[in-house]
C-alpha cells in the first residue's frame, strides 16, 4: 500500500461538548476530567489485559505472520480454483468478513465479469431462512463453489445445519473430492468443527482460543475471505497495529481517541442517552454498521456487573446511512427523544468521482447543482446534518477516514474494539462473554431434544402456556 494511503482516522467531538450543543445537552470539559479517573483506568486495564482473558485480540496485528502466509497462499489456490467463495457461519463469524467486503470491494462485485473481478463470487449466508439457502443454491454451480465454514463454537446449529446440507450435496455430487469445497475455521480442540476437520481433511484456520467471535475479524476468521477478496490483509494489521499504538502509548483521554470516544459514550449514557445510532456517509461502509452494532449490543449489553449486582448496562446500536436516511430517520434524531448519541462517519476522499452534469440552466432551483459533484453533494449533506443536529442540540461526533482502504478500516475496526474494551471497563462490566446469546444457543439445542439439554427442555416446558385469546 501506497505512502499517502497510510493516512490516521481521526474523531471530532466537536458536537458532543457543551460549547457547541448547549450546557443542558452537552458535556463540559469539567466533566471529562471529573471521569478521569475511570478513563485512567480504562487505559491500565487495556494495556495490563492484552492478550490475557479473551482479549486476544490485542495481539492478532502482531502475532500472525505465518498464518498470513498460509493465508495468502490458500487464497491464491481458491482464486485459481474456483468461481465462488461462501462464507457459512453467523454474528462474530459473518458480519466482519460482509463489512469488509462491502468496505473494500467494488459495489457490485458479484455482478462484474470475471475477468473485472480477477477472484470468486462472494456470499455470507449468516441465516437459515430455507428460501434463502434454495435461492443460493440456484446461482452456484456447487462444483466450481468453496465453503468456509465458520464458527468458533463448532456446534452452532445455524452454521452446522449449512454445513450439513451442503456437505451432503457435495459428497453426492462430486464424491471422494467433496473435502476440498470445504475450509473449517474453528477453535484448535473445542467443538465439532475441528474432529469433522481432521476426520474429512479440510483445510482448517484456526480462531485462537482467546479471540471471541465478535472480536474475530482481524484472525482467519476475516483474513481469509479478504485475501480471496484481493484486498491488502496486511495492510488491514498495519491499520489495527497503528491504533492499538495510539491506545498503547498514550493514557491521555485528550491524545488518545478510542478513550475519549468512550469516555463520551460513558458521561452519554449517564446522562441518560441509551441508544447509539452509527450513520456511515458511504453506502461502502452501511454493514461496518453492521458489525459495530453487533461489538456494541453484545458486548456492553449486561443484566450483571462484574461484583454480580444488577445494572443493565448497555446502549442501544442503531444504524443509518448517509444520506439515505436523512430521509427518514434524522426527523426523529432532530426532534425526538434526547436518548441519542449519533456518530456519523465521513469520508474526505471518495474512489470515485461523479460529476453532476449541466442543462437546466433555465431552472435555477435545480440549476444549483450543475457543476457540482455527487461527492460535494454527499460532503454537504454531511455537515447539514451535523449542524442540524448541533442545533438541535443533539450529541452527535464525527469519525473521519482520509479514505476507505485496508489500512483505514484495519483502524477502524481496532478503534471500535478498543473503545468497547474501554468503555466495557468503565462501566465496570464482562466485555468479553454473551450469556444472553448463548441462553439462546441452548434453548435451540432443548427444542430439538439435543442430549444434555434435558435440564432446559423440561424449564422451557414449564413456562406458561400461550393463551389463544392473546392472538387475534
Ligand atoms: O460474538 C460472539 O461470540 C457471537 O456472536 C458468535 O460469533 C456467534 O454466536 C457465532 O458463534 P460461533 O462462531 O461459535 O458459531
Same mark, same amino acid.
Given at each position: ?54 482479549? #486476544?485480540? /490485542?495481539?492478532?496485528?502482531?502475532? &500472525?505472520?505465518? *498464518?498470513?502466509? @498460509? =493465508?495468502? %497462499? ?79 463454537? #463448532?456446534? /452452532?446449529?445455524?452454521?452446522?445445519? &449449512?454445513?450439513? *446440507?451442503?456437505? @451432503? =450435496?457435495? %459428497? ?94 460513558? =458521561? ?205
Amino acid at each position: 500500500m501506497k505512502a499517502e494511503q497510510m493516512k490516521p482516522i481521526k474523531v471530532d467531538f466537536n458536537n458532543m461538548m457543551s460549547d457547541f450543543i448547549g450546557s443542558k445537552e452537552g458535556i463540559a470539559q469539567r466533566d471529562i476530567t471529573l471521569i478521569k479517573p475511570l478513563a485512567d483506568e480504562a487505559a491500565a486495564a487495556y494495556k495490563k489485559g492484552r492478550g490475557k482473558g479473551m482479549t #486476544g485480540w /490485542t495481539e492478532l496485528p502482531y502475532n &500472525q505472520s505465518e *498464518i498470513v502466509a @498460509d =493465508i495468502k %497462499k490458500t487464497a491464491g489456490e481458491i482464486i485459481e480454483k474456483f468461481d465462488n467463495f461462501v462464507v457459512l457461519g453467523i454474528g462474530g463469524s459473518a458480519l466482519g468478513p460482509f463489512a469488509v467486503f462491502n468496505a473494500l470491494c467494488h459495489l457490485r462485485y458479484n455482478d462484474l465479469s470475471k475477468r473485472k473481478r480477477k477472484g470468486p463470487r462472494f456470499f455470507v449466508e449468516d441465516n437459515v431462512d430455507p428460501e434463502r439457502m434454495a435461492a443460493l443454491l440456484d446461482v452456484v454451480d456447487i462444483g466450481k463453489t468453496v465453503f468456509n465454514v465458520i464458527t468458533k463454537s #463448532g456446534s /452452532t446449529s445455524e452454521t452446522m445445519s &449449512q454445513y450439513l *446440507i451442503i456437505s @451432503d =450435496i457435495l %459428497k453426492k455430487k462430486l464424491g471422494d473430492k467433496w473435502n476440498q469445497h470445504i475450509i473449517a475455521t474453528t477453535d484448535t480442540k473445542n467443538g465439532n468443527l475441528i474432529k469433522l476437520a481432521k476426520d474429512n481433511k479440510f483445510k482448517t484456520f484456526y480462531i485462537p482460543a482467546n479471540v471471541g467471535g465478535r472480536f474475530s475479524e482481524l484472525c482467519p476468521v476475516g483474513l481469509l475471505p479478504a485475501a480471496v477478496l484481493g484486498i491488502d490483509i496486511e495492510a488491514m494489521l498495519e491499520g489495527a497495529k497503528y491504533i492499538d499504538g495510539v491506545c498503547s502509548e498514550s493514557d491521555d483521554v485528550f491524545a488518545n481517541a478510542p478513550l475519549m470516544s468512550a469516555a463520551l459514550q460513558y =458521561i452519554s449514557i449517564k446522562k441518560g442517552k441509551n441508544i447509539s445510532v452509527m450513520m456511515p456517509y458511504a453506502d461502502s461502509l452501511r454493514y461496518m454498521a453492521d458489525w459495530y452494532c453487533q461489538l456494541w449490543g453484545e458486548s456492553l449489553g449486561k443484566e450483571n456487573d462484574l461484583n454480580g449486582q444488577k445494572i443493565y448496562a448497555g446502549q442501544t446500536p442503531v444504524k443509518a446511512l448517509g444520506v439515505t436516511d436523512q430521509h427518514s430517520q434524522v426527523q426523529l434524531y432532530t426532534e425526538g427523544p434526547f436518548d441519542k448519541v449519533i456518530t456519523l462517519i465521513a469520508v474526505e476522499k471518495y474512489r470515485k468521482t461523479v460529476k453532476i452534469a449541466d442543462g437546466c440552466a433555465e431552472y435555477p432551483n435545480v440549476n444549483f447543482l450543475c457543476g457540482h459533484t455527487l461527492n460535494e453533494l454527499i460532503t454537504n449533506e454531511r455537515l447539514a446534518t451535523e449542524y442540524a443536529l448541533q442545533r438541535a442540540q443533539r450529541l452527535n461526533h464525527t469519525i473521519i477516514l482520509p479514505s476507505v482502504n485496508a489500512y483505514t478500516i484495519g483502524q477502524l475496526i481496532m478503534f471500535f474494539q478498543i473503545e468497547t474494551a474501554y468503555l466495557g471497563t468503565m462501566l465496570n462490566i464482562d466485555t468479553f462473554n454473551q450469556p444472553g446469546v448463548e441462553e439462546g444457543k441452548n434453548a435451540t439445542y432443548a427444542l430439538f431434544g439435543r442430549q444434555g439439554y434435558e435440564e432446559k427442555k423440561a424449564e422451557i416446558k414449564a413456562s406458561p402456556k400461550k393463551k389463544s385469546k392473546y392472538i387475534i
